[in-house]
C-alpha cells in the first residue's frame, strides 16, 4: 500500500487541473468611486436583505402628525384641538416591506366644550371611543370619518 497521504481540501479538484483558470481572490483598491455599487434599502445600511428592523415612533411625533385634524367638521361641531396622545408605535421592516403597529390612547377636544376620547385606537382595528359632554347627537353618526382620517395621520410614518 502506498503511505503517501493525499491532500483534501474544497477545492482540491482547481489545484491539480492545469484547464482550470486561475481565480485571484485578493482585494483590490478601488481607484474610481463611481464603480462602486451601492445597494439601495429600505431599512438600516446594514440590513441589505430587509429581514427584521424595530424603530420606535414618538408620541410627540404622532402628536404633531395629528394636529392636521384641528378644523375638521364633526356632525354640528369641530376639532379644535388634540389633548393628548398616549400608549406606543413602531414601524418594522419584515420581509421588505414596512408595516406599523400601534396602540394608542387620544384625546381631542370639540369646540363646544367635549371631547372625544379613545380609549384603544389599534393597528388591529380596535376603535374604542367616549364621548364626554358632547351635545350634538350627528357626531355619532359621522365617527367614521374621524376614524379614517387618524389612521391616515398615525400612519403617515410608514412612507
Given at each position: ?45 446594514w440590513n441589505v436583505s430587509g429581514t427584521w428592523e424595530e424603530k420606535k415612533v414618538p408620541m410627540n411625533e ?5 394636529e392636521n385634524i384641528v378644523g375638521m367638521k364633526i356632525g354640528q361641531t369641530k376639532i379644535s384641538a388634540v ?77
Amino acid at each position: 500500500m502506498d503511505s503517501v497521504k493525499k491532500e483534501h481540501s474544497y477545492t482540491y479538484w482547481v489545484k491539480n487541473d492545469p484547464n482550470h483558470p486561475k481565480i485571484d481572490c485578493q482585494p483590490k483598491k478601488v481607484e474610481d468611486p463611481t464603480q462602486v455599487q451601492q445597494v439601495q434599502t429600505i431599512g438600516s445600511q446594514w440590513n441589505v436583505s430587509g429581514t427584521w428592523e424595530e424603530k420606535k415612533v414618538p408620541m410627540n411625533e404622532i402628536k404633531k402628525s395629528l394636529e392636521n385634524i384641528v378644523g375638521m367638521k364633526i356632525g354640528q361641531t369641530k376639532i379644535s384641538a388634540v389633548e393628548s396622545v398616549d400608549g406606543e408605535a413602531h414601524l418594522y421592516l419584515s420581509r421588505g416591506k414596512i408595516r406599523m403597529g400601534y396602540h394608542l390612547k387620544i384625546t381631542y377636544a370639540l369646540e363646544d366644550d367635549g371631547q372625544i376620547k379613545y380609549t384603544d385606537f389599534t393597528d388591529d382595528g380596535d376603535r374604542d371611543y367616549i364621548l364626554e359632554d358632547v351635545t350634538d347627537e350627528t357626531v355619532k353618526h359621522q365617527i367614521e370619518d374621524l376614524h379614517l382620517r387618524t389612521k391616515e395621520f398615525v400612519e403617515v410614518f410608514k412612507n
